[in-house]
């Protein structure tokens, strides 16, 4: 594996931008090589609706991660190997299904068969029609009751139970994403829910542990992760992100679809602060004509209610998997809209626990520790522990050493 | 003023005293309602009082036509300046307009001509459609006398206490941009005084007659329609269901003067063979049959952005073998889910033997999408009935004002004070209604932009229920629009995206919106 490098891209098509990462993985560790971003068209609360617009930013994201990737090592990456896409979207639902067996020893003693058998009726449940599966997340499996973090094999009891949180998505708007890429002929190796991939690289594994909730609200939409016992526990999006605070504004304030953004950026507010209904702000600030003033009261007052929605809407999806007590390590914002100031105290105000914006490790080159770029740094990290995660269950299928150390030059 | 009479009779079965609600025509209604109610035997409790009133040509058409019927209960009346149509048509009470101005000519398509007449017949207006609980205003629009008396009648009838609901067919397009302007005009001041206006463009019906039909053809048609309509809500009222509505109910749909509105029928004629003919279809069939034809009704006037109800009030009427529950469920259901779910659903099911095989749906939704709260008293109704009932005026003026109370909160205030003064005060006393006063009728927009309303687009006021009671109380009057209008175009830069519901709320519309918090720009 260490001998021959791959060269990865993390991708994710967002609705505001598009961004990449392109690294390289030698089978122990990667190493970003470049990034690359390019403004989004084509995508509106993360389906697409334009594809040859879509095709044509991802591309340039890619093309401008590849070229940045020259910088630092002197020679451009010429091709990328694999890609690894994240997924988001209002059409992404989530259920539950468990699945329990009696163990089957005499002695109560749970075998992998007993293990693999329970997992597969978890995860027997069919899904509707047009729909496609994009992730499975097992919560920890429950022996009599018992909650058992790791394998149960070879422990002893009765009845043996695990449950599959299953997020599945519109079949076509999957493969619309999935084209956008292999169409270029590079190879989609994995796909990954949005929110799993930002809750991965913003939380720590004692968090996680803990158990927190991961909101990243994005240009389109806001997708979340609920980590408990260290494993993600439930997981799904939201279509409603940052643009809907802008247009927000754009409808309320009566302004154009560029200046809604703008007073956003600009005046934006998660909490209503300001006490003056007289106190206004200027539209561009430049004096020109068409100028105007707005009330910053009224910017407060929408961006409010909306925020607020959004925390209520995704408390709502959670339903009874989040409670103040099982999510210790309290909710992590990320995304671009987690720099609204004051967002945190909104969602605290909501969530009844502690709020922080998420932070990525120092390790990182600054400009990915831009919450933009939380998403697809997870991507890239789950991304390979899910391929390594493949290749292990291929190995183990694989017979014998030595046949498969006479094997392995075949492949490549 | 009663405000404090809380009494609240119940509604009297109205099959059992049939007799009771047949005024004889042109007679006051007052003294039958005094009368009945100086009993206390539950049999002769004041009846709900329907009356009907054809304004101008086409108003004295269909309501010549619905006399035809003979609906129990029903009484009919034609109002219009022409002496030579009201002389030929067969309903009893009739009322000439302006006499002197006009001497029984017709106002000739000049909707000020048609003004004039009308103001100067006040009094006969006022006689004409005051005491009824419930009155049906029916014109055609464009015309002369149809675009004036109609909304004075309509204004009439609402300021004497009783629910107004207006059907107006709309003209032609072929007939001409003066007729299209004067019906426009005239809908906005109809809307304005009415609880519900139900609207028939004319146009519609020529999409939908046949090739060679002739235009009296499409006319007909146009009056059988709203004679259909006029029926459903008549037999909502008078017949007693398996799962029964009465005049509660009705108000309880047009809680919110102004609402927008969504009125459709289904089944009949049209579904008959799907209901009846094929038994193998069994009741998916039917059901499905009716969904199906629910569309076709040019009464429906439904852009695709109507998404929302917030009341749906759907009655079904049939044969006894037709009508089954699981098809009640099924269509109810349906309309559920098209509506959003939070919607209130007024369910009712009337059982009527001639229908034979076949089974009509009836349904009205209203959305309260900041509107005024519709009552505020019967003030009027609580005048009148004094004056002529005595001490059992009180009575009546009780159950007005109790059916009606908790509907305004934040109004009531306002309308307590500003109603006694400008009652007095003649034409104006329309007004009493929506506080503060209202615009000019010529621009009925322009109270929203001077009230500071946030919508982009001049129909929106924000928010519904109780808040958005004060917020239109404060933003006066609000036009009445077509369904849904607005709420296609509040999404913005989502406009053309794929619904984005959540618990029946469109995400995508903005949060302050559907929530119903005031923003001044």
Redesign the interface.
């Known amino acids: 594996m260490s001998s021959d490098p791959v060269t990865l891209a993390a991708v994710e098509i967002g609705s505001s931008k598009v961004a990449a990462i392109v690294a390289e993985y030698t089978g122990y560790g990667f190493t970003i090589k470049g990034w690359g971003e390019c403004q989004s068209q084509g995508v509106r609360k993360g389906c697409v609706i334009d594809y040859p617009a879509v095709t044509q930013c991802t591309q340039q994201a890619l093309e401008n991660a590849k070229r940045a990737t020259g910088g630092s090592s002197g020679v451009p990456v010429e091709q990328i190997d694999k890609v690894f896409l994240a997924q988001t979207g209002g059409h992404l639902d989530g259920f539950y299904n468990e699945g329990a067996r009696i163990v089957s020893a005499a002695d109560n003693m749970v075998s992998a068969e007993d293990i693999a058998e329970v997992r597969r009726l978890a995860k027997a449940k069919e899904l509707p029609e047009g729909r496609m599966l994009l992730e499975r997340l097992r919560h920890p499996f429950r022996l009599d009751g018992r909650l058992i973090k790791s394998s149960p094999e070879h422990l002893c009891g009765r009845r043996l139970e695990v449950g599959y949180w299953m997020v599945h998505g519109d079949e076509s708007r999957i493969s619309d994403s999935y084209h956008m890429i292999s169409n270029s002929q590079i190879e989609v190796a994995e796909m990954v829910l949005s929110g799993l991939a930002s809750g991965r690289v913003v939380t720590s594994q004692a968090e996680r542990e803990h158990g927190v909730l991961v909101i990243d609200i994005g240009g389109g939409t806001s997708d979340y992760a609920l980590y408990r016992d260290g494993l993600p526990y439930v997981a799904g999006a939201v279509a409603v992100g940052g643009g809907h605070l802008s247009n927000d504004l754009t409808i309320g304030l009566r302004l154009s679809t560029g200046q809604g953004d703008r007073v956003k950026l600009r005046h934006g507010r998660a909490i209503v602060q300001c006490r003056d209904k007289a106190q206004k702000v200027w539209l561009d600030g430049d004096l020109a004509i068409g100028d105007r003033q707005l009330p910053l009261l009224s910017i407060e007052k929408i961006l409010e209610a909306r925020v607020r929605e959004i925390f209520e809407v995704v408390k709502h999806k959670l339903g009874t998997a989040f409670s103040p007590e099982t999510c210790a390590a309290g909710v992590v914002l990320t995304g671009g809209t987690s720099k609204l100031p004051a967002i945190a105290e909104a969602a605290a105000a909501v969530f009844n626990t502690p709020v922080h914006i998420g932070q990525v490790s120092d390790g990182f080159p600054e400009p990915l520790q831009d919450p933009g770029f939380h998403t697809a740094l997870g991507l890239l990290q789950l991304g390979i522990e899910k391929q390594r995660a493949r290749e292990a269950a291929e190995r183990s299928q694989r017979p014998g050493f030595l046949r498969r150390l006479f094997a392995r030059p075949s492949r490549h | 003023m009663d405000f404090e009479t809380t009494r609240q009779p119940p509604f009297p079965d109205d099959a059992a005293n049939p007799e009771a609600r047949v005024e004889p025509a042109g007679s006051a209604p007052d003294p039958a309602r005094a009368a009945a109610s100086a009993s206390s035997s539950l049999s002769e409790l004041p009846p709900v009082l329907l009356k009907l009133v054809g304004v101008g040509g086409a108003g004295v058409n269909i309501a010549t036509r619905l006399s035809a019927e003979a609906l129990a209960g029903l009484p009919l009346a034609v109002v219009d300046c022409d002496a030579q149509k009201l002389a030929d048509s067969s309903v009893a009470e009739k009322c000439l307009l302006g006499e002197k101005q006009r001497r029984g000519l017709s106002a000739g398509g000049d909707a000020e001509l048609g003004r004039q007449a009308a103001e100067a017949s006040r009094e006969k207006i006022a006689a004409v459609g005051g005491g009824a609980d419930l009155v049906f205003v029916v014109t055609g629009l464009g015309g002369g006398t149809g675009s004036a008396a109609a909304p004075m009648v309509a204004a009439e009838a609402a300021k004497a206490g009783g629910l107004v609901i207006g059907f107006a067919v709309l003209p032609f397009s072929f007939e001409g941009g003066r007729r299209v302007k004067q019906a426009d005009a005239a809908l906005v001041a109809l809307r304005r005084v009415c609880d519900a206006v139900i609207v028939l463009p004319n146009d519609l019906l020529l999409q939908e007659s046949a090739e060679g039909a002739s235009a009296l053809a499409a006319f007909e048609q146009a009056d059988a329609w709203i004679a259909r309509a006029v029926r459903a809500i008549w037999g909502l009222l008078h017949n007693t269901g398996l799962i029964n509505l009465d005049f509660a109910a009705l108000q309880r749909a047009f809680e919110y003067r102004g609402s927008k509105t969504v009125f459709g029928l289904a089944g009949g004629a049209e579904a008959t063979s799907a209901v009846g003919g094929e038994g193998r279809e069994g009741t998916a069939g039917a059901a499905q049959a009716l969904l199906a034809s629910l569309p076709l009704c040019p009464l429906l006037h439904m852009p695709e952005g109507a998404r929302r109800a917030d009341r749906l009030l759907v009655v079904f009427t049939g044969g006894r073998d037709a009508l089954s529950l699981s098809l009640v469920n099924t269509v109810v259901q349906a309309l559920g889910e098209r509506f959003g779910r939070a919607a209130e659903l007024i369910v009712g099911a009337t059982i009527d033997e001639s229908m034979g095989e076949r089974v009509e749906l009836c349904f009205i939704g209203t959305s309260d999408i900041g509107h005024a709260s519709r009552r505020r008293f019967g003030e009027g109704r609580a005048g009148r009935a004094t004056a002529a009932g005595g001490t059992e005026g009180a009575g009546g003026a009780g159950r007005t004002a109790a059916a009606r109370s908790g509907e305004t909160h934040a109004a009531e205030a306002a309308a307590a004070t500003v109603a006694p003064t400008q009652f007095q005060s003649g034409a104006e006393s329309t007004d009493a209604r929506r506080k503060p006063a209202p615009p000019p009728p010529a621009d009925p927009f322009s109270p929203l932009s001077k009230a500071g309303s946030?919508?982009?687009f001049p129909s929106a006021i924000h928010g519904f229920g109780k808040s958005s009671a004060r917020a239109a109380a404060a933003s006066a009057t609000t036009a009445q629009d077509e369904f849904g209008f607005s709420e296609s175009t509040?999404?913005?830069?989502?406009q053309?995206?794929?619904n984005?519901l959540?618990?029946g709320q469109d995400?995508?519309v903005?949060?302050?919106?559907r929530?119903g918090?005031k923003?001044?720009?």
């Open positions: 946030a919508g982009v509040e999404r913005g830069y989502f053309d995206t794929d984005n959540f618990e995400l995508d903005p949060t302050y919106r929530k918090i923003i001044t720009v």
